[in-house]
């Protein structure tokens, strides 16, 4: 066996004098305790404290442990015998009552979630599918973008006087985002037995409407597209005779371009490009510019907000400057790059869309 | 509450493993009386249970296994009240309440309370190890039990059991040593 150093060598030593080692391990342990003279003192140590710790005495039982021990045997279950209870009763008590509080709280939660979730459904008038996206975008910025794409379609596409009808909306967006090339398809169904009698019933009405319109000054193309646009989304009478009483407010439909939306032919915001761009100094694509049709001057505000929905940046256009963003946030700081959502604010129009801002 | 077919007489029980039992009870806990008491428990557990204990296994290391739960609760219980497991082989005597009856008590009385005096000392060093170091060390050094018998009573490995008793050993040496014991 190789020499091993005294540190090594102390549990051996103990072992060796607890008589459990080997033989051959012993036999080393002895040739180290005759050269090593500290490893033999600790070897004498263990030997003396094992000697006395030996030498403590057995005892024996006395002569009233039986009949004690008769005793405690027939007063089961056994109760204090230190002082501390050890009956099983008790213990399966203690687990009765932990279970019957977290049941309690289970009750009390599921009841507290069904008291709020009726509320939640009465706020959403309309139930909205989630749409397929497919854009090369990170998932965070991916799941923002089809939910704000949602909210959009809800406030714009479906009019909320509409009763007691269900309109399913299915929206899909497909394409490269940073081409610009996906385009919003709304379907509007009419699912259930509509109560209101539709425009569909009646060509004369259809016919009314129009005229109407052309009298209010719309032209003609104008007023024929708008109501055939209620036509196919089933609009009710009523709700014809509200977009003819007040055009400029009510016929407002999502285009068929994404982030393209009509008011009439008030407001007509055409695109926000180039996207992505390169705020980097270089005069090329150093700002995007967000080009629309505004021929009445109606107030517009744009607002620029990262992902995390942050607000980035203002722009309140004026009349003789092209809307647009250089990238940089309020404090003229150049923004960080990456995905950024610009939200177009006309009266109480909301047009959104994506920005990619790339250094 | 017993199994018919493993039907053992407490008087059975008692005859042949009270003295085993209380003798591994005193030497963990140093204190007559309250190893009377272990053993008492020990053996109406092992009685009450006794259709969980495995024919043909050691039944001698089952009444080990169930004497080291029950000291361990002791234990607790005692740290628990501040009134740490007391050491009253000198107590007992002076105050001639209970003489504890020694097996081997033989020499004259100048010899005999020398030897309880360096009992003392050693059931209190004993006693300030922590209960899984000092149940190795009362098993081996005491009750002569093997590595072997150690682990299937404690229920753990053997190299697990033998680096126990060397950390063991080694801080009661220490602590012998520092107090002129060796």
């Keep these: ?41 600790y070897a004498d140590e263990f030997r003396t404290m094992y000697g006395k710790l030996g030498s403590i005495p057995s005892v024996t039982v006395s002569p009233v442990f039986h009949a004690k021990a008769l005793q405690k045997l027939k007063s089961l279950p056994t109760q204090k015998v230190y002082g501390y209870t050890s009956s099983p009763i008790w213990n399966y008590a203690r687990w009765a009552g932990a279970a019957a509080v977290m049941l309690l709280a289970i009750v009390l939660f599921v009841q507290n979630r069904d008291n709020v979730s009726p509320t939640k459904q009465t706020d959403k008038t309309m139930p909205a599918k989630s749409s397929p996206v497919n854009i090369n975008v990170p998932i965070k910025a991916k799941q923002k973008l089809v939910q704000k794409q949602e909210s959009m379609t809800q406030a714009v596409v479906v009019p909320t006087s509409i009763p007691k009808t269900e309109v399913k909306i299915q929206a899909e967006s497909k394409g490269n985002e940073i081409d610009n090339k996906e385009s919003v398809k709304e379907v509007v169904e009419q699912k259930t037995v509509v109560t209101e009698t539709t425009v569909n019933n009646t060509k004369e009405t259809e016919e009314k409407a129009v005229q109407k319109l052309i009298d209010k000054g719309i032209p003609q193309d104008t007023a024929q597209r708008t109501v ?17 009483a007040n055009p400029q407010k009510t016929t407002v439909r999502l285009s068929q371009k994404k982030g393209e ?95 990619i801002l790339a250094k | 509450m017993v199994d018919t077919q493993n039907i053992v007489s407490f008087d059975e029980l008692a005859e042949k493993h009270g003295n085993q039992i209380l003798n591994l009870a005193y030497r963990l806990t140093g204190h007559y009386a309250d190893a009377e008491d272990i053993a008492q428990e020990v053996l109406v557990k092992a009685f009450k249970n006794y ?90 050094v005491m009750e002569h039990k093997s590595y072997e018998e150690i682990s299937e009573i404690l229920g753990c490995p053997v190299g697990t059991v033998k680096s126990r008793m060397f950390y063991a050993c080694e801080t009661l040496r220490k602590m012998m040593k520092k107090s002129g014991n060796i």
């Design chain 1, 1 to 41: 066996m190789k020499s091993l150093n005294c540190q090594k060598m102390k549990p051996l030593i103990l072992w060796y004098i607890d008589q459990s080692l080997d033989p051959v391990q012993a036999q080393a342990v002895e040739h180290h305790l005759r050269v090593c003279n500290d490893c033999k003192l």
């Design chain 2, 51 to 140: 259709a969980q204990f495995k024919q043909g296994t050691n039944l001698s290391a089952w009444l080990y296994k169930i004497t080291i739960n029950v000291y361990r609760d002791y234990r607790r219980y005692n740290t628990r009240r501040k009134t740490a497991a007391h050491v009253s082989l000198d107590e007992v005597n002076s105050n001639g309440q209970v003489q504890v009856p020694l097996a081997n008590d033989t020499g004259n009385s100048e010899q005999i309370l020398e030897n309880e005096q360096q009992n003392k000392m050693l059931m209190q060093t004993l006693n300030k190890l922590e209960t899984k170091h000092k149940v190795v060390v009362v098993l081996r």
């Design chain 1, 261 to 355: 939306m009509n008011q009439g032919d008030v407001f007509k915001f055409e695109e926000a490009a180039p996207n992505p761009f390169t705020p980097n100094g270089d005069n090329v694509n150093d700002k995007i510019f967000f080009k629309y049709q505004n021929p009445h001057g109606v107030k517009v505000e744009i607002r620029i907000y990262d992902f995390t929905d942050t607000l980035v940046k203002t722009i309140v256009p004026t009349d003789d400057t092209k809307p647009s963003w250089d990238g940089t946030n309020d404090n003229d700081t150049l923004s960080e790059g990456g995905i950024y959502v610009y939200v177009l604010k006309v009266e109480e129009t909301v047009i959104k869309g994506t920005i």
């Design chain 1, 228 to 244: 055939d646009n209620a036509i196919v989304k089933g609009y009710s009478v009523n709700k014809l005779n509200e977009i003819v």
